[in-house]
């Protein structure tokens, strides 16, 4: 069984920066690509930004040239740097990765369990 654990959210004014973290735990398993999703209040979960295996990235028009999607196989974490903040950005952020098990054979859909951030002054 796969374990993701975030950290990082937290309340910060306009303009400033947050990193989220994400960690996976468990044995035997292998991280495919990984993403951070998130979801505002009254609306759909959307994908913020998503990151290969080897490191491909891609973002939403929304947060290009704010926020940054980076990984560390070593220690399967995956975090997001988000500098330059707006209040629409307050959302429930949650990580997502593709997960392949070893013991199984199988591959699969894994989530974190979410950090609030929000963005106000």
């Known amino acids: 069984q796969v374990q993701f654990v975030e950290s990082g959210g937290g309340l910060v004014q306009p303009g400033g920066s947050l990193r989220l973290s994400c960690a996976a735990s468990?044995?035997?398993?292998?991280?495919?690509?990984m993403g951070w999703h998130r979801q505002a209040p009254g609306k759909q979960r959307e994908l913020v930004a998503a990151i290969t295996n080897g490191g491909s990235t891609n973002y939403a028009d929304s947060v290009k040239g704010r926020f940054t999607i980076s990984r560390d196989n070593a220690k399967n974490t995956v975090y997001l740097q988000m500098n330059n903040l707006k209040p629409e950005d307050t959302a429930v952020y949650y990580c997502n990765a593709g997960v392949f098990s070893r013991a199984t054979m199988s591959s699969g859909d894994y989530w974190g369990q979410g950090t609030q951030v929000t963005v106000s002054s």
């Open positions: 468990g044995s035997s398993f292998r991280i495919l690509a």
